[in-house]
């Protein structure tokens, strides 16, 4: 069956939910999985409101995020990191590889950025056809402004 799942909770910032659409018989089977893994939710109109409100007013600032991934992975290439599709970002994901000549581990860079900077960044993603790159993902939110990502490059950049 076809069928497409949006998560309301990254980028458009509700609290939780997600949005599943299929035909239904396929629908009537996902509900059905859901119970069987202790899905059954109270309150469930709430989130509902939560998700609705999210649909409603944040969806014209994704592109925001956008823009932010794109400047922070042509950033990270100008300074040398290995960026997974030519750098090519279409999201609000950056995933990129230090580059050959650091000094610095994949998780030492992650925590030093937390503790340093207060950046949350994670390790250890491979992408199908890189098994052997340890990627470091980077997402953009609406936790995240133009400020964020400069104190994000100057960490990087102090850091290495």
């Known amino acids: 069956a076809d069928s497409v799942s949006i998560c309301l909770s990254k980028g458009l910032g509700a609290p939780l939910g997600s949005v599943l659409v299929g035909e239904t018989e396929f629908i009537r089977l996902a ?3 859901r119970k069987r893994c202790g899905g059954g939710m109270r309150q469930a109109g ?3 409101a939560m998700g609705l409100y999210a649909l409603q007013n944040n969806v014209q ?3 925001e995020d956008h823009l932010r991934a794109k400047r922070l992975a042509h950033a990270l290439g100008a300074m040398g990191f290995i960026l997974p599709r030519d750098g090519q970002v279409d999201t609000n994901l950056v ?3 230090l580059p050959n000549d650091a000094n610095i581990s994949v ?3 992650c925590q030093r950025l937390d503790r340093e900077y207060g950046v949350k960044i994670g390790g250890g993603y491979s992408r199908p056809g890189d098994r052997n790159m340890n990627y470091i ?3 953009t939110n609406m936790g995240v402004d133009d400020d964020g990502i ?3 490059l100057e960490g990087i950049e102090c850091i290495l």
Do not use: I, K, Q
Request: cysteine-free; charged content about 35%.
């Open 107 to 109: 998780s030492e860079l």
């Open 137 to 139: 993902r980077a997402a």
């Open 61 to 63: 600032r994704l592109a």
């Open 150 to 152: 400069e104190r994000t």
């Open 46 to 48: 709430v989130v509902a």
């Open 95 to 97: 995933f990129f590889a």
């Open 31 to 33: 509900r059905r999985a």
